[in-house]
């Protein structure tokens, strides 16, 4: 699965943030829950039109996103 599949970005919709599937669930509230304690099973069991693909795609995009970060030197 690639995550670009799963995870629109729509200026209009929430500040621009990445969402799930033209959702208003974005990234951050995903991984927020994840981060929370949350299981995958509790988060889906909360958002039922969630999928477990979209919990990955979510994960998938935030790795990227690290991928690219870099830190200024002193």
């Known amino acids: ?3 670009r599949d799963v ?3 729509e200026p209009g ?3 621009g943030k990445p969402c799930v599937r033209g959702m208003r669930i974005t ?3 995903v991984l927020d829950y994840l981060a929370s304690g ?3 099973e509790e988060i889906l ?3 039922p039109y969630l999928t477990r693909e979209d919990l990955q795609a979510c994960l ?3 790795a990227e996103r690290e991928r690219h970060v870099r830190v200024g030197h002193a």
Request: hydrophobic share 35%; charged share 30%.
């Open 7 to 9: 995870i629109t970005v």
């Open 27 to 29: 990234v951050y509230d």
């Open 1 to 3: 699965m690639d995550y």
């Open 45 to 47: 069991e909360d958002f």
């Open 38 to 40: 949350m299981t995958s």
């Open 60 to 62: 998938q995009y935030a």
């Open 13 to 15: 919709k929430r500040g």
